[in-house]
C-alpha cells in the first residue's frame, strides 16, 4: 500500500507559540489529504481537506485562522497550530489516497502527538 | 451528513476466541474501510470493502451495501490483536466510534 509519513512525531511546545506538522506522500503523488485530531479514547474527526494548489477546506466548527493548512507541492501538506493552547493538545493524524490506484483507499500517517503546556 | 455507528463499542475475549464486529451507517456510500489502530496510534488498513466479502488470514470483511452495514470477523484471536478497530465510510473519511477490543492471555 501506498506510505505517508508525518514529521514530527511528537512536540511539546508552549502556550502561544505555533507548531508545524508535516504530512508527506513518499511513494505516489497526493493532490488531496485530509488532516483528522483525535482525543484520548475518541474517534477520529476530519479538520479539514487540503487541496494541492489551492485553499483548504474546513470542516464546520474549525477555525481556519487557528489551523493554517498549505498544501504546497504533490507530496507535502503541512497544518500549522497557530497560537497553541493546552485545549489544542491531541493527536493528530493526516491522511492521503493515491490517484494512481482504481479505489478511494485511504492510507494515513503515523501521527503527531502535540502536548502543549 | 452521514452517520456510522459501530458495535459493540468494548469487547473482552481470551485468546483463541472468534468476536464479530458490526458497522452499520445511515447512507449509501461509495467506499468503506476497516482500521487497526495501534496502541502507538498507528492506523493499519485491514479492509477495503465498499461491498462483498473478502479474506486475509483469520480475519474477514462482509459488506451489505444495499442493507447499510459491514462486519468485521476475527477468528482465533491473539494478543496482538487487541487495540481499536475503526470503521470509515465516504470519500472524506467519516469514522464510527471504534471497537475497543482486549485480548487477554
Known sequence: GAVVSQHPSWVICKSGTSVKIECRSLDFQA????????FPKQSLMLMATSNEGSKATYEQGVEKDKFLINHASLTLSTLTVTSAHPEDSSFYICSARDPGQARNEQFFGPGTRLTVL | GIQVEQSPPDLILQEGANSTLRCNFSDSVNNLQWFHQNPWGQLINLFYIPSG??????LSATTVATERYSLLYISSSQTTDSGV????VDDKIIF???TRLHILP
Open chain 2, 96 to 98: 464510527g466510534k471504534g
Open chain 2, 85 to 88: 478497530y475503526f470503521c470509515a
Open chain 1, 31 to 38: 493532490t488531496t489529504m485530509f488532516w483528522y485530531r483525535q
Open chain 2, 53 to 58: 466479502t473478502k479474506q486475509n488470514g483469520r
